[in-house]
């Protein structure tokens, strides 16, 4: 249904003339009669007003289908870093209505924990500046310390903060619930690796092994960070160079081998990898993922020029490969930010 329509059908269920509709728009009576004879459409700024005075959503009165409203919640949070409240309870309660629509069930569910987390992860840039700030000033304070481990992933001393059992319990869970999945199981080996638990690593290695869908690349990867798990590094890296040497050319092995060599701290035997990763992927367009960890690498080593300029390419694929702007994705923004703090560094 056109725009004007939608409005004129509106005001009739709202009781409203259109002199009284413009008169709590305050506008004049002519500009609600162009609207609903389509011959001009409002201006974005009436629209939040005329959702409130007929007590529907802005999506309502653009009279979009259920699937049109799903894709337009996901693309305004790719696209924006920290949503307006109201828009955030819109949103929140369209999609815990869809919830139990059996048909938009997996995706409503995916959506509001993304939405969750949109919010959470806006909140959290806010909390972990703060924190910083509260640490520079009482540097000998470890009141706010607890707080950079929750928004930013920094490293705790204490065992029983820094742990995975809880990951380790669910995906342990989800495995037996759904032995046939792979997914699942590799989930399980990433929460038991980083914890050294490596007996029960191969244990569910084994498992996953057998599974058809089971990757036969990191099948063997697995094989060697559990060796490192267990402090045989001689091990694990006889695995990673079995592996190169029958497929130097599969980006997959090269980005794994990349990846095992920045966890081991062989930062320049990693930034080549990558690169011969990134050059080997004949995809398109690309994930930015090996370029992420080349950027990552020239920054620990101190190298920030290097590392902004690997932005500068970073920006590039999602602009040209992913077609993506400022406007249609936040990761740009961000990338250019990163880009900015660097340079700043250098």
Not at 96 to 116: P, V
Not at 195 to 219: C, F, G, I, N, Q
Request: glycine fraction near 4%.
């Amino acid at each position: 249904m056109e725009l004007g329509k939608k409005i004129r059908q509106l005001r009739f269920k709202a009781g409203l003339t259109q002199e009284q509709l413009a008169e709590k728009l305050g506008i004049g009576a002519q500009s609600v009669s162009k609207w609903e004879n389509a011959v001009a459409m409002p201006d974005i700024t009436a629209l939040p007003l005329l959702a409130e005075i007929f007590g529907v959503t802005i999506d309502e009165l653009f009279d979009l289908t259920t699937e049109q409203r799903l894709n337009r919640i996901e693309n305004r949070m790719d696209a924006e870093e920290e949503l307006p409240a109201d828009v955030f309870r819109e949103y929140e309660s369209f999609l815990q209505s869809e919830l139990k629509n059996e048909k938009n069930q997996q995706r409503a569910t995916e959506l509001i924990a993304y939405l969750y987390w949109h919010r959470m992860n806006a909140e959290a840039q806010k909390a972990s500046h703060y924190a910083k700030e509260a640490i520079r000033r009482m540097p000998n304070e470890k009141g706010c310390q607890w707080i950079l481990n929750k928004t930013d992933n920094y490293a705790v001393w204490d065992w029983n903060m820094g742990n995975h059992t809880r990951a380790v319990n669910f995906y342990r869970e989800l495995v037996e619930n759904n032995p046939g999945d792979a997914l699942p199981y590799m989930y399980l080996l990433d929460n038991l690796i980083a914890d050294h638990r490596a007996d029960e690593a191969e244990r569910w290695l084994d498992r996953y092994s057998k599974l058809e869908k089971a990757h036969p690349v990191m099948k063997r990867v697995y094989r060697a960070y559990i060796a490192l798990a267990r402090f045989d590094e001689p091990a694990g890296d006889r695995i990673m160079e079995s592996l190169l040497t029958e497929m130097p050319d599969n980006d997959a092995v090269l980005f794994e081998t990349a990846q095992y060599h920045a966890y081991k701290g062989n930062y320049r035997k990693a930034i080549d990898i990558y690169e011969q990763a990134f050059a080997a992927d004949q995809r398109r367009p690309r994930f930015q993922d090996a370029l992420m960890g080349i950027a990552d690498i020239y920054e620990i080593m101190g190298d920030y020029a290097h590392a902004a300029q690997t932005y500068d390419r970073i920006i590039d694929l999602l602009e040209n490969e992913w077609g993506l702007t400022e406007e249609t994705d936040s990761s740009v923004t961000v990338a250019k930010r990163e880009k900015e703090r660097l340079l700043a560094m250098a």
